[in-house]
């Protein structure tokens, strides 16, 4: 009969990984979302232009209106149609952004998940200063200056792009119909 043997960490390996692992615990619940927290995280969306949840996601809602409209063969849509929708949109979230357990305390609470009292803090003071304040006005043309540059860089190696997918799916052998698959019929 053979014995095995099982490997095991040292005794003080075992304790360092557990009080590592009760530290990180306790980190991850040593800064509670205080009505202080929330303030300066009110604050934080304010600065960032990030506080209108019902606004943001009234704007959401429509493009995707919109696109659904064109889709179905609506090329002009008027706009007193449009913003009647956008002002039925509004008061909807406007109603449920701020009730209990709405918008606005999820995403507090994200905020307060992913960063401590004190770094949000450094993020008010930050956003509050001329640096901050320049992000911000400067953020809606920069997204979309980046996009359209990445859009147009992925466009000038997009030959490139599809020869090294292509090459790599007929090395895997993933360049024609997966087996047992119906044949297409010849044309």
Known sequence: MQSTTSFRLPA???????LCAALACIAAYADDLTAAKRADIKTLMELTRTADLSGN??????????????????????????????????MLFRGKVDEPG???????EDYSRNFTHAEIKELVAFYKGPTGQKWVNAAP???????????????SIQPIVE????????KEGLDGPPPGA??????
């Open 57 to 90: 996601l009234a704007n959401l809602i429509m493009i995707g209106i919109v696109r659904q409209l064109q889709a179905r063969g609506w090329r002009e849509v008027p706009q007193r149609s449009l913003q009647a929708l956008r002002d039925d949109m509004l």
């Open 141 to 155: 043309t920069m997204g979309r200056e980046t996009s359209e540059t990445a859009q147009s860089w992925i466009k």
């Open 12 to 18: 003080i390996v075992r304790k360092a990984v557990v």
């Open 182 to 187: 119906p044949v297409p019929p010849a044309k």
């Open 102 to 108: 709405g918008l606005r305390e999820k995403v507090e």
């Open 163 to 170: 020869a090294r997918v292509n090459e790599r799916l007929k």
